[in-house]
């Protein structure tokens, strides 16, 4: 079965900062990994995803994130936080495969921007 | 392509009212997923349908809770009777495969008053 884990139900940047969101998943088989956003009174966006290749992966708004596998982790990064940033992040993982279907969500994480 | 379609975008009813919210997938998503999100649970998988069949209902919390999808482009989730720990935001999302991820809809703010 897979899991994920984020690291901080809330984190707090001031505007130009680096923002760095972390996440851990479990999986026994090789994963696909996604980050969504959740603006307020939004549904969830899809931020980016890795699914085979390089494991660094580009997505919108200026977000990264890098697949890990020796430390089952796939964090979020932004070089220079924006006040439009503010959301709620959630990571997702999915097993790759024929057939697959399924994302298991992390518990999402706040983040609040600082002018 | 208009995306995934959530109806009403805010409720607000009666304790003990029967409730139905309304999804419409994206077209050729063969997947329809159900969530509910409270600040205290995060977001919940309530079920899913392949192909406009059931598979999975495990997380509906209740028998007051029922989903259906005739066809391909719609489907419901009813609450009768309602009640006040109902209350959420719930949204559908679609997918075809989870290579794209989920397509979310805006979500359904439900109050039960």
């Known amino acids: 079965a897979q899991s994920v884990t984020q690291l901080g139900s809330h984190v707090s940047v001031s505007e130009g900062a680096l923002v760095l969101l972390r996440c851990n998943y479990s999986?026994?088989?090789?994963?696909?990994l996604f980050w969504y956003v959740q603006y307020p009174n939004q549904g969830l966006q899809l931020l980016l995803k890795y699914t085979t290749g390089a494991t660094l992966v580009k997505g919108i708004n200026g977000f990264e994130a890098e697949f890990k596998k020796s430390e089952t982790s796939f964090h979020l990064t932004k070089p220079s936080a924006h006040m439009s940033d503010a959301a709620e992040y959630f990571c997702?993982?999915?097993?790759?495969?024929?057939?697959?279907?399924?994302?298991?969500f992390g518990k999402g994480t706040k983040l609040s921007v600082i002018p | 392509d208009a995306g995934v379609i959530q109806s009403p975008r805010h409720e607000v009813t009666e304790m003990g009212q029967e409730v139905t919210l309304r999804c419409k997938p994206i077209s050729g998503h063969d997947y329809l997923f159900w969530y509910r999100q409270t600040m205290m649970r995060g977001l919940e998988l309530l079920i899913y349908?392949?192909?406009?069949?059931?598979?999975?209902d495990s997380g509906m919390p209740e028998d007051r809770f029922s989903a259906k999808m005739p066809n391909a482009s719609f489907s419901t989730l009813k609450i009768q009777p309602s009640e006040p720990r109902d209350s959420a935001v719930y949204f559908c999302?679609?997918?075809?495969?989870?290579?794209?991820?989920?397509?979310f809809g805006s979500g359904t703010r439900l109050t039960v008053v």
């Open positions: 999302a679609s997918s075809s495969t989870v290579f794209y991820g989920y397509t």
């Open positions: 997702a993982v999915s097993d790759q495969g024929a057939g697959s279907y399924q994302l298991t």
């Open positions: 349908f392949n192909n406009n069949v059931p598979i999975d």
């Open positions: 999986s026994s088989v090789p994963p696909y």
